[in-house]
């Protein structure tokens, strides 16, 4: 499920989406919506805008994960949806593989379907959004802010270790703490 909260912001009208079930994050602008009826299917989500719609699923990596075959599964993909003018397209996507392809849809919007391919987990994402002509610029922000692993809790991070202080150095600090006392106990005679 998509839990939708408001985390930070990186423009006036933008928020922090998680799809805490997969630990994904992604910044988009606000006022999305998420369908009550779409969860059907526990690996797949829908964000709703006025001049948007973004649906999101959920694979896993296997041996068939490549960048010859996503390109042909994207490719496949845009047929489905009779997808014109259709052209790959490269997004860099911090921790991710982008694979992407845009097109035109046969109502005159435009879509972008992408594959991130996670560099960490054994995380597909692909990526669908569909929108109205002149907000290109939008969507690809979107799939650059998708980002994993940020909703560890307290015991999920790394304990930091404490130093132990060896023999030598301690008896070292304690001489120096005694020269510094006996320093500051010594007189000083001005001449």
Known sequence: ?????????????ARTYTWDKYDIAFDAPEGGYVPFGFF?????????????????????????????????????????????DTKLMKIKVKGFKCHALEGTMPDGTRC???????????T????????????QEVVEDI??????????KPNDREKPKQK?????????????IEKEKRRKNEKIYEC
Request: aromatic residues 10%; proline residues 1%.
């Open 40 to 84: 059907q299917d526990p690996s797949s989500a829908q964000i709703n805008w006025d001049e948007m719609v973004m649906t999101l699923q959920h694979y896993i990596k296997n041996e068939n994960t490549n960048k010859k075959n996503l390109e042909e599964r994207l490719k496949s993909r845009a047929m489905g949806f009779n997808m014109y």
């Open 124 to 135: 597909v994402i692909e990526v669908v959004v569909i929108y109205l002509y002149g907000n």
């Open 164 to 176: 132990v202080q060896k023999k030598k150095d301690a008896e070292k600090e304690k001489q120096e």
């Open 112 to 122: 972008i379907i992408s594959y991130l391919v996670s560099d960490k987990t054994s």
């Open 1 to 13: 499920m998509v839990t939708i909260a408001f985390v930070s912001t990186f423009s006036a009208n």
């Open 143 to 152: 799939i650059k802010s998708f980002s994993e692993g940020n909703n560890k």
